[in-house]
């Protein structure tokens, strides 16, 4: 029986949030189904912040290891250990960073084996951190590779790397292997440094090897639900030739998303006034816009969004961050948002602007938000179509603009507003995408019954009672089979 076996898993994420909450949410499944010892390690900040996550709900027996780091050896600034608060430009010094955390693992993978008489079952790791499975390989252990986005963005995002098949025409549309021939990417779905990538830049040299190394892993971990995605596992399945286990949705906890704790320090509103404001609102009446936890929008871009919300006539709650080079109060505001615009808002009642962090679960599963504008980072998308809300999508980065390409052409429950942070958007455009995906009769009702199918497939996927189990539900008790195996 597998939850009467011990073992030792350890995992390690890629430092950033976006990748350390769905690891310490695997950690939680694993462990609620098994006897396992689990160690989550990282980097001594990332261990700290992981440290409170835990402490802030019940007590749970996952460990925490240290790995010896020091950024100012990488060109960081003093500790930073995360792509919070990192400028864009010194993220590639993190990745690289990364490597660094090789001997410390070895050494810890030691200390375990010692002290427990047998190396650890498995090395989870995640699928930038492809030297794992070097690590792995030589001492014999298992290795899955976690990857927390979906599995269509995923594949896109692995494909474009090891192929680079933008740098093989001169058209600006091109197909990626492991798709269907007749699917077309577009040039501006690839960030700056994947548009300019050419297999010898440091992000080629990053990325490239990482992934090629985390393909020879045994298997994949993915963050989604096997019903949501039926195309993009079914291709991500064939083109990795390995199993692919659907977890998801492995969503944070409100408390550990520390969106309570931040709301109350950064944004200055309290979770109850933001509650208050929706109240008084109608059901499916209301945008939410955010960018997610790391990306924002240029100057003119916030100054076409801002006046396009305010003239769609619809209400909408904003997390607002400046843009990069401006501060949030600073004597340049007028550069980036419309003179009087959050005064104007506040009046009105018509708009609330939330600075810098919102409690977006809360917003999400309030019933008078209607629809997500959204950067569609995959954490975004699982929790806006898990409450049944359909999108605008805006991609900036990452995988994102494939997990907007999947939302439209596959799921039918979005729209593109734009791309990147590069693009000029127009009062107009806004106002038109608000317009149709509000439209509470033709494509707007039709993208809402949708994301409610969503909605409904990742409850289902999740349920557990007696006999009766969902996809991540099997998928789970599969994952821990294989690992005793
Ligand atoms: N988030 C939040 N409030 C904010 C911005 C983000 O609670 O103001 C949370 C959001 O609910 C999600 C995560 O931060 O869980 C963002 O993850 P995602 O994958 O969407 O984007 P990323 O931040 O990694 O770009």
């Known amino acids: 029986e597998a939850a009467q076996k011990n073992g030792h898993i350890v995992m390690i994420p890629f430092m950033a949030q976006g990748h350390i909450i769905p690891f310490l949410q695997l950690a939680r499944q694993i462990q609620h189904k098994t006897t396992f010892n689990i160690t989550i390690a990282n980097t001594p900040l990332n261990v700290q912040y992981l440290r409170s996550a835990l402490s802030s709900t019940s007590p749970q027996q996952i460990r925490l290891a240290e790995l010896h780091f020091n950024s100012t050896q990488h060109g960081l600034p003093p500790n930073i250990e995360n792509t919070e608060k990192l400028p864009l430009s010194l993220i590639g010094k993190l990745f690289k960073s990364s490597l660094s955390l090789e001997a410390p693992l070895r050494s810890l ?63 600006d549309e091109f197909w990626v292997p492991g798709f269907p021939q007749s699917y077309r990417f577009h040039r501006t779905q690839l960030h700056k440094f994947l548009r300019q990538a050419d297999g010898t830049d440091e992000w080629s040299q990053f990325f490239i090897p990482a992934i090629a190394l985390s393909m020879k892993s045994d298997g994949w971990i993915c963050n989604t639900v096997e019903e949501m995605e039926p195309l993009g596992l079914q291709l991500l399945r064939k083109y990795l030739q390995s199993p692919v286990w659907t977890v998801g949705p492995l969503l944070p906890p409100t408390a550990l998303k520390g969106s309570k704790h931040r709301a109350g320090k950064e944004s200055g509103i309290a979770l109850e006034a933001c509650m208050e404001w929706l109240d008084l609102k109608d059901e499916n009446s209301v945008v939410y816009v955010s960018f997610g936890s790391q990306n924002t929008i240029s100057a003119s871009q916030m100054m076409a969004l801002a006046e396009g919300l305010e003239r769609s006539g619809k209400s909408f709650v904003w997390v607002i ?107 107009e455009q806004v106002k038109k995408v608000i317009d149709i995906v509000m439209d509470q009769e033709g494509q707007g009702k039709e993208m809402k019954e949708k994301a409610n199918e969503i909605a409904a497939h990742m409850r289902d996927a999740t349920t557990e009672n007696g006999e009766e189990k969902g996809s991540s539900v099997r998928a789970m008790d599969d994952l821990v089979t294989t690992i005793l195996s």
């Open 109 to 171: 993978i030691s200390q375990i084996t010692e002290e427990e008489g047998y190396p650890p079952l498995c090395l989870i790791s995640d699928v930038f951190l492809g030297w794992v499975n070097n690590v792995a390989t030589s001492l014999g252990i298992r290795n899955l590779c976690f990857t927390t986005c979906g599995a269509y963005g995923t594949l896109a995002y692995i494909s474009i790397w090891s192929n680079l098949p933008h740098r093989k025409t001169d058209s």
């Open 321 to 427: 961050r400046p843009p990069v080079g401006f501060n949030m109060n600073g004597e340049f505001r007028e550069e980036w948002l419309p003179k009087g615009f959050e005064e104007r808002m506040r009046d009105t009642k018509r708009g609330l602007l939330v600075h810098k962090w919102g409690p977006q679960l809360e917003i999400l599963s309030h019933k008078s938000t209607g629809v997500f504008l959204s950067h569609c980072g995959w954490n975004s998308v699982l929790e806006s179509l898990g409450h049944g809300v359909p999108m605008i999508g805006w991609p900036l980065a990452a995988e994102q603009a494939y997990n907007v390409k999947m939302l439209v052409e596959e799921m039918g429950v979005a729209v593109e507003l734009t791309r990147t942070v590069e693009t000029i958007i127009t009062v």
